[in-house]
């Protein structure tokens, strides 16, 4: 008897034996870790932030050292109730969010908010770069407190953008339009935008002609270049000119003078950071940086596998190309197995950008033996695709350097020099593991082997008309590059910044390019003129700067709050007392009458750009699309105004507006630019080939049209 009361007791020890609490971000990093540590562990998610500045106020004492004053986050109460229940019946808690300042402030909220909860349980801090079982386990070994000077730099970040927005958006209520907002770093990326656009706007296309060669050499075919005549640099202007060379080259033969040939070594490039991560994704796949990112969150968080569940890659914000002892040994390990003649004697490494704040590693996979080809039945095509990238790009960052040989020859046919060029590689190196990376070298046509003196056959000489490539408008691409290179942002808030513009309807998305839109730019103009700081961008650099000097515990920051807000709201006081409301001024008059009432229309600004509305509101609510140009049709007198084909989704397209007595449409929007040669509407056109070009509507004129645009035209 008394043995089976013993025995009960030791069942029940057990079941009321208490376990340690952790507590992540997200869900499906709680999925992933539990497995990890086993019974004695629970682990629960945040979902976030559960305690943030309230929305509907500034909540920041300026008079009081910029505190802040948090609260729950309306909605999130019982998430926070239930992890202080939890932290009730567990022995200890892990706060186990991302390692980084937003991941830092929210493990010190969540002690904040437990804490009187559960005066006497210990609540510690563990990171980890990845979720492996591995780290997982080391890090629950070693627990450390949370870092007090992350959170600050966070803080900081959080005042700063509070006290911009609050001020700022208020100040465009009253003197633009209700319902606009500005961001510190949003107003930037946008500035750059809007910058970028003008430029665009203002380049008028060059036309200018190549003239190439088909040549054949026994049964082989190239195509050689014009590079120079008689002695000089070509310089084709027009048809004419390349007609005339080419009667002069008429029934010539080519004969090879010069043969070059050189050889060049190719050296991996480093493996990911959140920047190259995004531009490569952008640049090979297409995707987003927003679209990058949550894929990267699920490939970190983590993925069934045949082995269980297992977070592929490593933490995917991060401005470091740092790799661990522990992965260099996995990879060369891998290697040396699968590849061993292209194993360098000593590991490569990479040297990290002065800007960088090395918390981090680089992006890698977790695990080298996870190939894109055993894990592809596991994932979806888009996340597969960009572990693919990232697997590839790690595992070539250690692997020797490839080397092509690279031909040049120069042809003489008449006074002309006719040059081919094209390149092999001769050994392929870290080429051998990539896929969807594939080197251009492998892609380029080789060169037959020609000997100075051969003579070759002129099959037929091939004119090309181009013209000048203007500046081109930001990529999520680009402009992520540009913002990287000018020290704004972080890599946590490059997919956010862009976000964020295009739902403000700030830009848009048009064929992948971001593309200011009226709202935008009218925002822009205005903070330039007022506000040239907070859109500076040397200012926003040194501002990060600052932020990151915070984190290093190198600067008190209040100080640095306060040496930004004296003149910041002196400033914004001065243009509120100052400015004449813009309300109102905004609105020009036009020619247009109301086919309603018979009032002057008046030229307004929407959320959605510009349009046309009765003078006679709120009496008269008319509206309608603005003019963008004349018809061109003969003999028609309608405008050509945006219109959209029926449906959710309808296409936009531009008609006139005596439809259905006038039918014309283009589905290229008309640009405030008339063709010099017949004076009607200039548009813009998009292709793979070309990217963006601007050319007369008039079939019949040739300005800007190209040769087989103009043939085209003819046939009609």
Not at 231 to 258: F, H, R, Y
Not at 450 to 477: C, I, N
Not at 525 to 530: Q, S
């Amino acid at each position: 008897m008394v043995e089976k009361t013993k025995v009960k007791q030791k069942k029940t020890e057990k079941t009321e034996r208490k376990k340690t609490l952790v507590i992540v971000e997200s869900p499906a990093k709680a999925k992933t870790i539990e497995k990890y540590l086993g019974t004695h562990y629970v682990v629960r998610a945040s979902m976030g932030h559960l305690i943030d500045l309230p929305k509907s106020r500034l909540a920041i004492d300026v008079d009081h050292n910029f505190e802040p004053e948090y609260i729950t986050v309306r909605g999130r109460a019982k998430i926070l109730k239930e992890l202080q229940g939890e932290a009730k019946k567990a022995d200890q808690v892990f706060l186990a969010s991302d390692n980084d300042r937003e991941g830092e402030a929210i493990a010190y909220h969540l002690r904040k908010a437990i804490e009187p909860k559960a005066p006497e349980v210990p609540i510690k801090r563990i990171v980890f770069n990845e979720i492996t079982p591995v780290a997982i386990k080391q890090s629950v070994e070693a627990p450390a407190d949370i870092d007090e000077a992350k959170v600050n730099a966070q803080k900081a970040r959080r005042v700063l953008d509070r006290l911009v927005g609050y001020n700022l958006s208020p100040l465009l209520w009253k003197k633009v339009k209700n319902g606009l907002s500005a961001g510190r770093v949003q107003s930037v990326a946008l500035r750059l935008i809007c910058e970028r656009e003008r430029e665009v706007e203002s380049f008028i296309p060059t036309e200018y002609w190549s003239l190439s060669a088909e040549l054949k050499k026994g049964k082989s075919h190239l195509l050689a270049e014009l590079v120079s005549w008689k002695g000089e640099k070509v310089d084709l202007p027009n048809e004419k000119a390349v007609e005339e060379l080419m009667a002069e080259l008429k029934g010539k033969t080519g004969q090879v003078i010069e043969v070059k040939e050189s050889e060049k070594t190719i050296r991996p490039r480093p493996p990911f950071t959140t920047s190259t991560l995004q531009q490569t994704a952008a640049n090979r796949l297409g995707f987003t940086s927003k679209k990058t990112m949550q894929l990267a969150q699920r490939l970190y968080e983590g993925v069934n596998v045949k082995d269980g569940r297992v977070g592929l890659i490593t933490y995917m914000r991060t401005d470091s190309v740092r790799i661990s002892q522990t992965a260099l040994t996995d990879v060369r390990s891998w290697l040396s197995e699968h590849y061993p003649r292209e194993v360098p004697e000593s590991p490569q490494f990479y040297t990290v950008e002065s800007k960088a704040q090395d918390a981090h590693e680089a992006i890698r996979p977790t695990y080298v033996r996870y190939t894109p080809e055993e894990v592809k039945d596991y994932l979806s095509r888009d996340e597969w695709r960009l572990y693919s990238l990232i697997w590839e790009r790690f595992v070539s960052s250690q692997m020797k350097a490839a080397r092509s040989k690279a031909v040049s020859v120069d042809i003489q046919i008449g006074d002309g020099v006719f040059r081919v060029s094209g390149s092999k590689l001769i050994e392929k190196g870290f080429y051998r593991v990539l896929n969807i990376l594939a080197p251009k070298e492998d892609r380029e046509p080789t060169v037959p082997d020609l000997q100075v003196g051969e003579e070759v056959e002129v099959v037929r000489l091939k004119p090309e008309q181009h013209f000048t490539q203007g500046p081109s408008r930001y990529t999520d691409a680009s402009i992520v590059k540009a913002l990287e290179e000018k020290g704004i942002g972080r890599p946590s808030t490059y997919a956010p910044i862009i976000s964020v513009l295009l739902e403000r309807y700030y830009v848009t998305r048009v064929n992948k390019q971001l593309v200011p839109t009226p709202l935008g730019r009218m925002i822009n103009d205005m903070l330039v003129e007022y506000f040239p700081d907070v859109v500076d961008v040397d200012f926003t650099a040194t501002m990060e700067s600052k932020l990151d000097m915070v984190e290093e515990n190198r600067i008190h920051w209040p100080d640095m709050i306060r040496e930004f807000y004296g003149p910041f709201s002196k400033k914004v006081e001065e243009v509120q007392q100052n400015l004449a409301s813009f309300k109102g001024s905004l609105d020009e008059p036009t020619e247009y009458v109301c086919e309603v009432c018979g009032k002057p229309m008046v030229k307004k600004l929407g959320r959605f750009g510009y349009f046309l509305a009765c003078s006679g509101f709120p009496e008269c609510k008319n509206t309608r699309s603005i003019p963008l140009a004349k018809c061109p049709r003969p003999g028609c007198d309608g405008d050509i105004v945006a219109r959209k084909s029926k449906g959710r989704r309808g296409k936009e397209f531009y008609g006139c507006t005596r439809f259905p007595a006038c039918d014309f449409i283009t589905y290229y929007k008309p640009l405030p630019i008339n063709c010099p040669k017949c004076g009607q509407f200039l548009v813009e056109k998009y292709d793979k080939k070309n990217g963006s070009i601007k050319v007369c509507i008039n079939p019949a004129c040739d300005y800007l049209h190209t040769a087989e645009e103009e043939a085209h035209a003819a046939e009609q």
